[in-house]
């Protein structure tokens, strides 16, 4: 039985890493296709697209400073294209006020402080000491990119429902950061794998609490279900008992006239 060298193992996580980004970066399609039929972007927000804008640009940036990094500068390309593509739709379709946002956050964001990143650490640092200076930058951002789902669990386990959390998305999301780690691990780069560590953990926890709390949602809409016929019903005796009263008031009152007038 032949085993594969750990070149081989690079290029096949690498290009599989590749292929599943792919399919996240194409995942809001779905989104921007309803914008497109809606004529208007009002109703969504245009962060995530900058933010993972920026995620793509720094990363293309560190694999340029790489070495046999082609497999990176791939996706990340790639990534950079359909996210504006993204935005600018987006900003096509969005009403003013929200266009003003999303133009702002481009220019401070993706404008200003990346081309201060690149700025400085073309100045202050030279070689292998400015690679790791871009991959330290980039694995702090991934890992800050990594924990923003948690706001998100902590919506599931308040409202238990995971009507906010779509189990394809944390299965792929998953499946990415295993994939990535994977690549990072065996061309020895940990800026690539220790980042994806944390969003294998977490991509797993979302898939633990998607399964614990899928059935939930259900049951708290028959819980109200049961309420509001339950409700209905006491408002419908009330109303009953009302009508009776209001009958009887009534002719003790037609027999007061009646009486007074005999």
């Not at 995620?55 to 996210?83: D, H, P, Q, R, W």
């Not at 977490?202 to 998607?210: A, E």
Request: net charge positive.
């Amino acid at each position: 039985m032949t085993h594969l060298s750990v070149h081989q193992l690079q290029f096949i996580f690498g290009l599989l890493g590749n292929i599943i980004s792919f399919m996240v970066f194409l995942a809001p399609m779905p989104t921007f296709w309803t914008i497109y039929k809606k004529k208007t972007s009002e109703g969504f927000h245009s962060i995530p697209y900058v933010v993972a804008l920026m995620s793509a640009m720094l990363l293309l940036y560190y694999a340029v400073l790489k070495t046999n990094a082609i497999l990176l500068i791939s996706i990340n390309s790639f990534g950079c294209v359909i996210e504006l593509f993204y935005i600018a739709l987006y900003l096509f379709y969005a009403p003013k006020r929200q266009k003003i946002f999303t133009l702002k956050m481009l220019v401070m964001f993706n404008l200003g402080s990346y081309g201060v990143m690149v700025g400085g650490t073309m100045l202050i640092f030279h070689g292998n000491k400015r690679t790791d200076a871009v991959g330290w930058i980039c694995a702090a951002f991934n890992l800050a990119v990594f924990a923003s789902p948690l706001s998100i669990m902590k919506k599931v386990i308040t409202t238990k429902s995971v009507e906010y959390m779509p189990f394809s998305l944390s299965f792929f999301l998953t499946l990415s950061a295993t994939m990535w780690f994977f690549y990072g691990f065996f061309i020895k780069d940990p800026f690539i794998a220790l980042p994806n560590i944390v969003g294998f953990v977490l991509g797993m926890i979302q898939m633990i609490m998607y399964m614990i709390y899928r059935g939930r949602k259900r049951n708290v809409l028959e819980g109200k279900e049961e309420k509001l016929e339950e409700g209905g019903k006491k408002y419908e005796a009330n109303h009953q008992t009302l009508s009776t009263f209001n009958n009887q008031r009534a002719t003790k009152e037609i027999n007061m006239i009646i009486n007074n007038n005999a």
